[in-house]
């Protein structure tokens, strides 16, 4: 097998180079499809048979928390690289993604309690569900913390890089919880082996906001990744010949 | 690979793995206070404890529900299909309360084992479906019903 994409994602100016021409692309798509799928799940989906529209903040609430479990993962496995073969990129991609994976799951947690008064009856309930994303939403915060208050930069890469791996674990904490123990949280909505126990007209604009807040993410993440690599590669020969050649 | 690399993966992977393995086990010895609620058939063979705060659900059994015309004061018995508890409750119940309905109510029980709730909240599951195709779902089942007892 050839490892070449491999050490070529690892190489900084290879990356600035695919980001610049894929960022705002992705960023604009995701724009497009969120709106498609937000305003097609808010204003003509059909309603719930139970819970009235109050169902439709489903369309904010599940994209959002998907997207803050798999922004962990990316981080773990970023973690991991960076501590097995210490490639430059991935501290960048914990850096870059930490903050915008912490906002989703804030919007999970927010959209969630929103959700919860009026079907469950309450904002906030300490079961297992809930309170292993606030630890995730916690774990976000710890990176974010930990990377910024470290003086030695080195050294707060490393650190990030082991909360990163570590953190982890709570992922299948989170995914497993609601079946594991009795929770106040419904089972996944999404599920990888089946088909989701609701028809087309209510899941296709939940799949078009969760693919558009995937895309409009990543755009921003790039975005981020490639002003950090240019703060970080800033003595390098190519970053020099970039400037030149955007005539700043 | 390099052996240092090679290294480096088996101390991150064994890392991870001993620290999974020792929440999983602590997770496991509190499961009971992980659980969210008790069921009827554990508060049924004495699990649950008396006169503490705790919560119970199940499924709110049809034809159970009485309520006070004069106060908000209601009372119906849940159930898990094996052993049923009575709940008492004085209060504004949520919208998604009704028969058949998954509900978790947070209170003690006294001494007849009767759960005095001070608050009762509705599980839902994550079958969405449009009001129509309840409704066509719901004849069919009752058309089903009223030719199998014909027959």
């Known amino acids: 097998m050839s490892w070449t994409w491999f050490h070529k994602l690892g190489s900084p100016k290879w990356f600035f180079q695919f980001a610049s021409r894929w960022a705002l692309a992705s960023f604009w798509s995701g724009v497009v499809l969120l709106l498609v799928g937000v305003i097609w799940g808010l204003g003509f989906a059909p309603e719930d048979y139970q819970q009235g529209n109050s169902f439709r903040i489903i369309y904010i609430h599940v994209p959002a928390a998907i997207l803050a479990q798999s922004c962990y993962l990316g981080l773990g496995i970023a973690g991991f690289v960076f501590l097995v073969w210490q490639m430059k990129m991935a501290p960048v991609f914990i850096k870059s993604v930490a903050p915008l994976g912490a906002l989703a799951a804030v919007i999970a947690l927010l959209s969630g309690a929103i959700w919860g008064k009026p079907t469950w009856g309450t904002w906030w309930v300490w079961d297992a569900r809930l309170t292993s994303v606030l630890v995730l939403f916690l774990l976000y915060m710890g990176v974010i913390a930990i990377q910024n208050s470290l003086e030695d930069k080195v050294l707060a890469d490393k650190a990030v890089a082991v909360i990163s791996v570590v953190g982890l674990i709570n992922l299948p904490i989170i995914k497993y919880s609601v079946e594991w123990w009795n929770t106040l949280h419904q089972p996944a909505t999404f599920k990888l082996t089946e088909a989701p126990a609701m028809p087309i007209e209510m899941w296709l604009p939940l799949l078009i906001s969760s693919l558009g807040l995937y895309l409009f993410i990543a755009g921003l993440a790039m975005l981020r990744m490639k002003t950090e690599v240019l703060n970080r590669e800033r003595r390098s020969g190519w970053v020099k010949d970039e400037v030149l050649k955007s005539g700043v | 690979m390099h052996p240092v690399r090679k290294k480096r993966i088996i101390v991150i992977s064994s890392i991870v793995l001993v620290l999974g393995l020792a929440l999983g086990l602590v997770m496991y010895a509190l499961q009971q206070n992980i659980n969210l609620f008790y069921s009827p ?52 119940l949520p919208d998604l309360f009704r028969e058949g309905q998954g509900i978790v109510a947070q209170g003690k029980l006294n001494a007849e084992g009767t759960l005095v709730a001070s608050e009762v909240l509705a599980k839902h599951d994550e079958e969405y479906m449009p009001p129509e195709i309840a409704e066509a779902l719901e004849k069919a089942k009752l058309n089903s019903a009223s030719s199998n007892t014909s027959y």
């Not at chain 2, 006169?51 to 898990?80: C, P, Q, W, Y």
Request: charged share 25%.
């Open chain 2, 41 to 92: 058939t554990q508060i049924a063979t004495g699990e649950a404890p008396e006169s503490i705060m705790l919560r119970a659900g199940g499924m709110v059994v049809e034809g159970s529900v009485h309520r006070n015309n004069k106060t908000l004061a209601v009372s119906f018995e849940i159930t898990d299909f094996v052993e049923k508890v009575r709940v008492e409750y004085k209060g504004i």
